[in-house]
């Protein structure tokens, strides 16, 4: 049975959407007895100490639209989104569990092998401003190797560092992305490379085929400016300059129903209008965390030029002659962050 093990860094770039096509592709192998997902006590203290920040910054924001519309005290959605934001760790890790993760937890590591890594400056401690923060990084990485003990296993993570400490053993594959070990494991490209390669020249060749469906899941991302600003400014988009397709993996494949699931990483190039309001600005001190409300703040507006990096999840559909129709497109749900902190200081 192959070993599969998940950084951090992968689980967050999912949204922790345990739906995702491509982690419900690895689920199933896992499920059938073909692989079997490792995780770490630190992976998982990790992603409570992530949920925990976005749970506060959440309920945070409601704080504000209570404050600034109080009718919506009076409002149910209001309360209900409230009891899932504070649900929201406890609901994952049930999810977690059922997806019988194996904790590779060893007490027993060569602390010396780590500190010689830390000192030479070798990865995960390759670079010099942050490396004392790698620690549970290295505790991980050694314990992979200490728990496979010369066996095989697949790492995927979409930090550098790990990709690069892996790359010292011949018995660990690195993937940089879950939907690229997907591709490589599950679908079996070589049968149907004619369909696959005319799909890859309509997504990179034909800015028809997938730019609609980008600017219209793009029109409705968040956009937020960063919160130490004096004035809480309203961002509107303003142009899609140009999208770029950049990577693309094969998730799913159904033959029969001749239904492909696309993920495509892509990069927008836009600009966005940023006004910050006249009256009820407020700034908010990074110490004490508390917020400061501000009458009389000038009204401002700019218009910035942005580039992001989003992950598209296509449904697509074709027929004999492989003519390829989007039947469903998700954009990931991750806020898009504009500007610079001194805008409207």
């Given amino acids: ?167 010292n053993y011949t018995n660990i594959t690195f993937y940089n992305r879950l939907s690229s070990f997907i591709n490589k494991h599950i679908i079996s490209e070589a049968s149907n490379n004619p369909l696959f390669e005319q799909l890859r020249n309509r997504i990179y060749n034909d800015p028809n085929f997938i730019n609609p469906c980008v600017e219209d899941c793009f029109s409705k991302q ?20 140009e999208i770029t397709p950049e990577e693309s993996f094969i998730i799913f494949f159904d033959e029969k129903n001749k239904i492909i699931e696309v993920e495509v990483y892509i990069k927008i190039d836009f600009s966005v209008n940023i006004r910050g309001y006249e009256a009820g600005s407020w700034h908010k001190d990074d110490e004490t965390k508390e917020i400061f409300y501000i009458d009389g703040v000038d009204n401002k507006e700019i218009t910035l030029d942005e580039t992001v990096e989003k992950r598209l999840n296509l449904t697509i559909v074709y027929d004999e002659d492989f003519n390829f129709d989007i039947e469903n497109c998700v954009m990931d749900s991750e806020i898009v962050t504009v500007g610079l902190n001194d805008y409207f200081c």
């Fill in 1 to 167: 049975m192959q070993k599969v093990f998940l950084d951090t860094s992968c689980y967050l770039g999912f949204g922790l959407n345990f739906n995702n096509p491509a982690f419900s592709q690895l689920i199933k192998l896992s499920e059938e007895g073909h692989i079997q997902i490792l995780t770490s006590d630190i992976i998982l203290r990790e992603l409570k100490q992530n949920i925990a920040k976005s749970k506060n910054k959440s309920l945070n924001a409601l704080k504000v639209i209570e404050k600034e519309y109080i009718i919506n005290n009076n409002i149910n959605w209001v309360k209900e989104l409230k009891e899932s934001i504070k649900n929201a760790e406890e609901n994952i890790f049930k999810q977690l569990k059922e997806c019988n993760l194996k904790d590779i937890n060893i007490t027993e590591l060569n602390i010396q092998n780590i500190m010689n890594d830390y000192f030479l400056g070798n990865p995960p401690f390759s670079n010099k401003e942050n490396k004392k923060y790698e620690f549970p990084d290295a505790v991980i990485l050694h314990s992979i190797l200490q728990y496979l003990n010369n066996d095989t296993c697949y790492v995927i993570s979409e930090d550098d560092d790990w990709k690069n400490f892996c790359s």
């Fill in 222 to 241: 968040d956009f937020y400016h960063d919160e130490s600003i004096i004035a809480e400014p309203e961002i509107e988009l303003e142009n899609i300059f």
